[in-house]
C-alpha cells in the first residue's frame, strides 16, 4: 500500500530513519517512491506535499471529511495549516482554526484559510459553540500534540463527530461516556500517509490550482539549517524550509 513508515518488516526503509535522506544537496532514491510533479507545482510545493501536507491529506482522509463538513483544526503549525487549505479544496461548509500563539493566527487569518479564527484561552470552547449555532462541529482535526487542543478538538464536536488526532507527543484525558460513548464520536490517530495518496494529493492541489508553498515564511540555505531549526522551534512562523538557488 506504499506506507514505508508503517511497515514491520526487518527490511523497512524509510528515508531520513533508516536510510539517509533530506538536509544534503542529493538523494538517491528508490523509482517506486517517487512522485511525479506537475507544473504549476515548484520543489518547495512538492517537499511540502510528502512531509506536512500529506499527513494532513491522510487525517481528513481518515475522518471522510466532505463539503457538507464543519472542521476545527486544533493547532495551526504547518500540518494544521495544510488541513485548513486542503478542506479549503474539499469545499467544507465553515473551518474554524484554534492556536495560542498571534503569529499563527495572523497568519492563517492573513491567506485566508479559516472562515473563522479563535484564539486558546478559556473561551475557546464557547465561541466555537457559538459559531455552530450550539450543536458542534461535525469534524475536528488536532495538530497541537497538546491535552489542551486534543480535549478542545474533541469536545467540540456534535453528535456522531469525527475526530482524528494527529500532533505527536504528550497526552489527553477524557470522560468516555460524555466525550466519546454517549455522543457517538468516531476516534482516530493517524500518522504521515502512503505513496498512493501523495500521488492522490498531487492531482487535487492541481486540480484546485492550490500552492502549499502559501504558507511557508523563512526560507534559508543549507548552511543555515540551525538558524532554520530555531525559527521553528520558536513558533513564530508558518513553515520552514531549506531550499536551493
Not at 27 to 35: F, G, P, Q, S, T
Not at 42 to 68: H, M
Not at 233 to 239: Q, R
Request: proline share 4%; charged share 20%; glycine share 14%.
Amino acid at each position: 500500500m506504499g506506507y514505508r513508515i508503517s511497515c514491520h518488516s526487518p527490511e523497512r526503509r524509510a528515508y531520513g530513519w533508516q536510510r539517509d535522506g533530506g538536509h544534503a544537496d542529493y538523494l538517491l532514491a528508490d523509482e517506486i517512491d517517487l512522485v511525479k510533479l506537475p507544473d504549476g507545482l515548484s520543489f518547495v510545493d512538492g517537499a511540502l506535499i510528502a512531509c506536512g501536507y500529506g499527513t494532513a491529506w491522510e487525517a481528513i482522509r481518515r475522518i471522510g471529511l466532505n463539503g457538507a463538513d464543519t472542521l476545527l483544526v486544533t493547532g495551526l503549525g504547518p500540518v494544521g495549516l495544510a488541513a485548513l487549505q486542503l478542506a479549503r479544496g474539499l469545499g467544507v461548509s465553515k473551518a474554524i482554526g484554534v492556536d495560542i500563539e498571534p503569529a499563527r493566527l495572523k497568519l492563517a487569518a492573513g491567506v485566508g484559510l479559516a472562515d473563522h479564527i479563535v484564539p486558546f484561552d478559556d473561551r475557546a470552547a464557547d465561541a466555537i459553540a457559538g459559531l455552530t449555532g450550539g450543536h458542534g462541529v461535525h469534524a475536528s482535526l488536532d495538530a497541537s500534540g497538546a491535552a489542551s487542543g486534543r480535549a478542545l478538538a474533541l469536545r467540540s464536536l456534535r453528535q456522531w463527530g469525527r475526530c482524528v488526532l494527529v500532533g505527536e507527543g504528550g497526552r489527553i484525558e477524557f470522560e468516555p461516556s460524555p466525550d466519546l460513548i454517549h455522543k457517538q464520536i468516531a476516534l482516530h490517530g493517524s500518522w504521515v500517509t502512503s505513496v498512493p495518496h501523495m500521488e492522490e494529493l498531487v492531482e487535487h492541489l492541481a486540480a484546485w490550482k492550490m500552492r502549499p508553498e502559501t504558507i511557508v515564511t523563512h526560507r534559508f540555505p543549507l548552511e543555515a539549517a540551525g538558524e532554520a531549526y530555531r525559527v521553528m522551534d520558536g513558533g513564530d512562523c508558518g513553515k520552514v524550509t531549506l531550499v536551493w538557488e
